[in-house]
């Protein structure tokens, strides 16, 4: 019965509707959307079947309906009938990409945390390592030796002293100039961007 009244309206509103009328588009629109909401509700099966809910299949449905308004042409069927045919069509496409798209739910998301490298990090970490290398290009061989050896293998003194035939001493010294050379290199670099 509601059908019944809700065709009639919609009959005598799809001539405004097709001539650019607002407000006969709206009403259409409201009049139809409830009803679609229920027949997509309906046909759609249990919840979480689909990507998507009813709501957005009868929302598909009504921005359809508006764009075909100045196409329709009454061939016996009722403006209804073809709000329903458009309906049928649009549970089918959302029922196409389902399979071809199709989710998995699980019950609980895994609190695992992702511990590779992203591209962002390997290409900062990139950028570091080219830097660190010009940086390390301004030192003497000797001194790149005694920084890896210290800083990076993490030996001591009296062991990066024992690889270079060298003392202790004379490695802390070293390391020191080294440091200080590229703080110096680092300061002059950090001027010359600011400039």
């Not at 009403?27 to 957005?56: F, K, W």
């Not at 660190?132 to 001591?156: A, C, F, N, T, Y």
């Amino acid at each position: 019965m509601a059908d019944l009244a809700t065709s009639k309206a919609l009959e005598a509103l799809v001539p405004y509707a097709a001539a650019g009328d607002e407000a006969a588009v709206t009403e259409i629109i409201r009049l139809v959307h409830p009803l679609m909401r229920r027949y997509c509700s309906n046909r759609l099966g249990r919840p979480g079947d689909l990507q998507v809910t009813a709501d957005d299949i009868a929302q598909e449905i009504c921005i359809a309906t508006i764009r075909a308004i100045p196409r329709y042409e009454d061939q016996g069927k009722s403006f209804l009938a073809f709000v329903y045919g458009i309906a049928a069509n649009k549970l089918a496409d959302a029922r196409r990409r389902n399979q071809s798209h199709s989710l998995q739910s699980v019950d609980e998301l895994p609190e695992r945390i992702c511990e590779e490298h992203g591209p962002e990090e390997l290409a900062l970490a990139g950028e570091q390592r080219e830097h660190i290398r010009q940086l390390m290009d301004v030192l003497s061989p000797k001194h790149k030796e005694v920084l890896v050896m210290r800083l990076v293998m993490g030996w001591s003194a009296a062991e990066t002293a024992d690889a270079l035939g060298t003392s202790a001493g004379v490695v802390r010294v070293m390391q020191h100039r080294a440091l200080n050379r590229l703080r110096a290199q680092i300061g002059s670099t950090a001027l010359a961007m600011a400039g």
